[in-house]
């Protein structure tokens, strides 16, 4: 199955990030689930799962069609936004800036 990355994503992830990426890239999709989250007001239909635990840990965030796998986006948990859960992420067309990542 093969397994794609934005390139910018792929261009400023961190050693911990690339690790956690190369864990998903060995079994895509496994343990993932769809979830929508919105971005700079936009909201989008994903898929995502979490590696690791603590300051460690690892979302990837990303599209399945048909066998293969699009990383959008990957990032870390930072803490709650009008009771709803946040992430700053690295995301598809924005550079190396980490942007702001809301579960709807």
């Given at each position: 199955m093969p397994v794609t990355i934005a390139e910018n994503v792929n261009e400023h992830i961190d050693n911990n990030e690339r690790d956690k990426?190369?864990?998903f890239n060995d079994n895509p999709g496994y343990g993932g689930q769809q979830i929508t989250v919105k971005i700079a007001g936009k909201k989008l239909?994903?898929?995502?799962?979490?590696?690791?635990k603590g300051t460690h840990h690892v979302s990837v965030f990303y599209r399945r069609e048909s066998d293969e796998f699009q990383i959008l986006g990957?990032?870390?948990h930072a803490g709650k936004k009008e009771g709803k859960?946040?992430?700053n992420a690295l995301w598809?067309?924005?550079d190396s800036r980490r942007v702001a990542v809301l579960v709807q």
């Open positions: 990426v190369n864990q239909t994903v898929a995502h799962v979490t590696f690791g990957v990032g870390q859960t946040l992430y598809e067309g924005n």
